[in-house]
C-alpha cells in the first residue's frame, strides 16, 4: 500500500498543477465579428460574483474525501477607460469544510484578504492587466497572514504551506498579469467568454502549457473554445471550452510516474506495474453571457489515476454566478 499512497501523492500534485488550467483565459479578439455584444458593463455598477466548488475524490469507486467552498465578492465598475475598464474588487467571504493542508491554506490565503479592496485595470474583454495598489494590497495580505501563521503553531506543515503559497504570489511583481490573475482569479474566469470574436458554431483551439511535475519539457493541452448559441434578441449566448489532454503526453507522465514508484523493483513487477498504471485528466466549462457579460460559469474536472490494481480519481465541480447589485 506504501506504492499506492505515493500514486494517490503523485496524482493531488498533479491536480494542483493542471486543476487551474480551466482558470487561464484565451486573449480577447477584436469584438466586431463577434456574434454576441461587446462587453461594455454599465459605468458605474456594482456586481455580487458567488463561487461555489464542490470536490469529491474516490478510491476503487467509494467516496473517500469530499470538500465543499464558497466565496462573496463584489465587483464595481468604476470608469471607462480608452484601452478598457477601472474596477474595484473585494472579497467579502470564504469557507470551506476541507481539513487538508492545501484547504487550510486556501482559507488562511482567501480569509487574509477578506474586506481589502484591490483596485484594477482590464482590458476591453474585462481581462486583469494589473493591480493599481498592488503594494498597499500585498501589505495588507502578509500582515493578515502572518497572523494566521502565528495561529498554525501546532501544525507547522499547513503553515508552512500557507507561507509558500503566500511567497509564491508576493514574488512576482515583475509579472503584473500574472499578480492580477491570482488577486482577481474569478474575474479572469469571467473574462474567458467575453470579447472572443466567435460566431456560433465556430470553434477555437488555442495550446496552453505547464510546468511539467517530473521535470523535462513543459506539459501541453489544446483548449477548444466554442460558441454554441446567440439570441440577438435577449443578448443571451453559451459559451464552452474543453480542455484537451495529448494521449502521448498522458502516457509519457504514466512512465513518469511509474519510474517514481517502482524504483529498484524487479523487472517482472515492474512490467506488471507499467501495464496496469494510466493517468487520465479532462476539463471542460460553460459559460452564460448576457449583453456582452459573463453571468454564469459551470465548470467540471477531473483526474484518475490507476495503478497496482487500484483506480482513484478526483472530480471537482465548480458554479459562478454573477448578479447586479441594487
Not at 465578492?73 to 470564504?94: D, M, N, P, Q
Not at 504551506?161 to 474566469?189: C, H, Q
Amino acid at each position: 500500500m506504501d506504492r499506492l499512497k505515493q500514486v494517490v501523492v503523485a496524482g493531488l500534485f498533479l491536480a494542483a498543477v493542471y486543476g487551474s488550467g480551466m482558470m487561464l483565459c484565451p486573449p480577447a479578439a477584436a469584438a466586431a465579428a463577434d456574434a454576441t455584444a461587446s462587453y461594455e458593463p454599465p459605468v458605474p455598477s456594482r456586481w455580487t460574483i458567488v463561487a461555489e466548488r464542490h470536490q469529491e475524490k474516490t478510491q476503487d469507486g467509494k467516496i473517500v474525501a469530499t470538500a465543499n467552498s464558497r466565496r462573496k465578492e463584489e465587483l464595481t465598475i468604476v470608469e471607462k477607460t480608452a484601452t478598457g475598464y477601472r474596477i474595484s474588487f473585494v472579497l467579502r467571504s470564504f469557507d470551506t469544510d476541507g481539513n487538508s493542508n492545501e484547504s487550510i491554506a486556501e482559507k488562511a490565503l482567501l480569509g487574509a484578504l477578506r474586506d481589502v479592496t484591490i483596485r484594477a485595470v482590464l482590458n476591453e474583454g474585462g481581462k486583469p492587466l494589473r493591480l493599481e495598489n498592488h503594494e498597499e494590497v500585498v501589505a495588507a495580505h502578509k500582515q493578515a497572514i502572518e497572523g494566521v501563521i502565528a495561529a498554525f503553531s501546532d501544525k507547522p506543515a499547513a503553515a508552512a504551506k500557507i507561507r509558500e503559497l503566500f511567497g509564491m504570489i508576493s514574488l512576482t511583481p515583475d509579472n503584473p498579469d500574472e499578480t492580477a490573475t491570482w488577486y482577481l482569479e474569478t474575474v479572469t474566469l469571467l473574462s474567458a467568454a467575453q470579447n472572443t470574436g466567435l460566431r456560433v458554431g465556430e470553434e477555437r483551439r488555442e495550446s496552453k502549457a505547464a510546468p511539467n511535475p517530473f521535470g523535462g519539457d513543459p506539459i501541453k493541452t489544446d483548449v477548444v473554445s466554442r460558441l454554441v448559441e446567440a439570441d440577438p434578441a435577449t443578448g443571451k449566448a453559451k459559451f464552452t471550452r474543453t480542455v484537451i489532454y495529448d494521449p502521448v503526453l498522458m502516457k509519457e507522465l504514466t512512465v513518469a510516474l511509474m519510474k517514481k514508484i517502482i524504483g529498484a523493483t524487479p523487472p517482472q513487477e515492474a512490467e506488471k506495474v507499467m501495464k496496469d498504471m494510466s493517468i487520465a485528466m479532462e476539463g471542460s466549462a460553460a459559460f452564460i453571457v448576457e449583453n456582452g457579460m459573463t453571468r454564469s460559469v459551470t465548470e467540471d474536472s477531473g483526474e484518475t489515476l490507476k495503478a497496482l490494481g487500484h483506480a482513484m480519481s478526483k472530480h471537482e465541480h465548480n458554479q459562478v454566478t454573477v448578479t447586479p447589485m441594487p
